[in-house]
């Protein structure tokens, strides 16, 4: 549990930060100091939780069409990769691939107020949506997926116990395509795996599983992405 709310507020109003400072840009891109931090008032130190969002977008055939996300049936998005925009040549993984995939846990909205550095005075309060959620990555090193091998690109939870990397993060609503349909590799070896992430709610329920323990130690191995 400590590895999904470790950073949690630092995280957050990082995020808040860049929606307000920078929108158009990956929050990514910005880290901010302490510091800075304090120009961000979440107002009575409230988070207001939603059970489903829904995501508008255009389908292949540009007919309009939307996505109901929510927390408890269809929870998976998908994003633009700015990875694959702006690094094309990086020898990442998930460079070559345009798109990004996450797992939401959790949807909100936040008031909050906002002070220029070195001013007194606050902003009007401003109502910020987010959602938080767990990343996946492009799993290579195993599945080889693309249209050119006609199999189903591949994806694994991003290692929470990999320095520099943080498996958990939190999305700006506007940047959500739609969602996307994950499928666990159920035939796989070696399906179930306990190394990504210590024992955590942050898991996929499955009824399959013989404990509230095992949801919470397990994850699939291996998922695949329904093109």
Known sequence: MLSLIQDFLPSLKNHFLVQILHPEQDHRAYTFSAQERLNINICKDRLYWHTIFRVNYTSYDLR???DTINLKTHSDIMMVNTDWSDLQDST???????YR???VIGIFHVNV???????S?????QRLEVLWVRWFELDTERHCGGWSTSRLPALTFVDDNRSGVSAFGFVDPKDVIRGVHVIPSFFSDDMLSDTTLLPSLARIHNENFKSVEDRRSLDYEIYYVNV
């Open 64 to 66: 309009r069409a939307q």
């Open 92 to 98: 990442s993984s998930n460079s070559t691939h345009p």
């Open 121 to 125: 005075r606050w902003s009007d309060q």
């Open 101 to 103: 995939y996450a797992w």
């Open 113 to 119: 107020t906002h002070r220029a550095d070195g001013h």
